[in-house]
Structure formats: C-alpha cells, structure tokens
C-alpha cells in the first residue's frame, strides 16, 4: 500500500503572510484540521487547528504560527512508514511531497481508511477464531483449506494467552471452510461476520 493511493489529492494550502485568522475561517468553511504552507510552490511549514487556537490572536501571521520544516513524505512511500511517522512525531498529517512539489497530503484518518482497506473489514468478510496453538504446519493446511473454498485470507494472528488464533477471511461459504477446518481437526470456537455499516 503506497501513500500515492492513499492521500488526498485535493490540497488546501495557505501563504505565510495569511492571517490566523483566516486560517480559522478557511478550517471552518472547508472542514478541515491542517494545511501545508506553501512559498513559491514550495512546503515550508504546515499549521494545524492546535496551531490557530494557540494563537493569541488572530492577526498573527501564519509564518509565526506554523511549524516550519514539517516531516514530509514520498508518495511511493508504504503507508506503513507513514503510520509509523504519524505516531512516532505525535502528527495528524504528512504533506506529500515529490521532487520539492506538493502532490498531497495524507493524514491519521486516511492511514485509518487504508488499514481498514488492508484488514477486510470494510467489505464482507469473516472472523474466525480457532482454539490451541497454532504450529506452522497447522497454518500451512489452514491456507491450504481457504485457498480449497476459493477464499482470500485477509491477515491471520496468533494469541498466546489464551492460546487460539484469529483470522480474517473472505469467503462465499464459510460454512464450508468451518466443515473443512473442523474436519481436519481445528477446533473452530467461533465465526463472526463483519457487516458494513
């Protein structure tokens, strides 16, 4: 999952000189909680809602709010290090960046939209849980059994305590990958089935 596939397109940017104040009303009027500061097209800070309220008034430029020379990333960098930069620096959002020109913005909520993406859980799928230990023969004829039922396993995890493994799966018959499982001696505690809202 690349960054490019998952950031906004559609940038709000401000200028140094702006006004706090019309920073304030452009959040307002746009819905929105940050925006890159852009100087002759290229990023030099970015300012946040926390920024605009810090501020003792809103005559102040944006220049004295901003934070200059924000973390920046590639739009072929994974999500994942982007995740990772977002918690790591306690950010809400990356400007996308690509040979010194804004290209997008990515933000906590749209890493949040890709992990659902990646999970399965945003589309019809299957949870299921399966009792005792899981050696890696076991998970082998697991995979063997789902890709039998022409299904997708979305992301499989191993509890030690107690011991019993969760996993994701897309499947047209779940009943039929239960049987298949218990057949072959999984002991299936439970199914849940995640239901778009």
Known sequence: MLVRDHMSRHVVSVEPQQTVEDVRQLFKRRRIRQAPV???????????????????????KVANAMTAKPFIISPDASVDEAARMLRTYKIGALPVVAEKRLEGILTASDVLDAFVELS????????????????????????????????????????????ETHLRLRVRRVDDVVTELEAEGFDVARVVSAKKR
């Open 38 to 60: 852009q100087e002759e097209n290229r990023v030099v800070g970015i300012i946040t809602d926390r920024d605009v309220r810090s501020a003792k008034n809103g005559t102040i």
């Open 120 to 163: 399965g859980v945003g589309e019809p799928t299957y949870r299921l849980v399966l009792s005792g230990k899981m050696s890696k023969q076991s998970e082998a004829r697991l995979r063997r059994i789902v890709d039998h039922n022409h299904g997708e396993l979305k992301w499989l995890h191993r509890a030690a305590k107690p011991p």
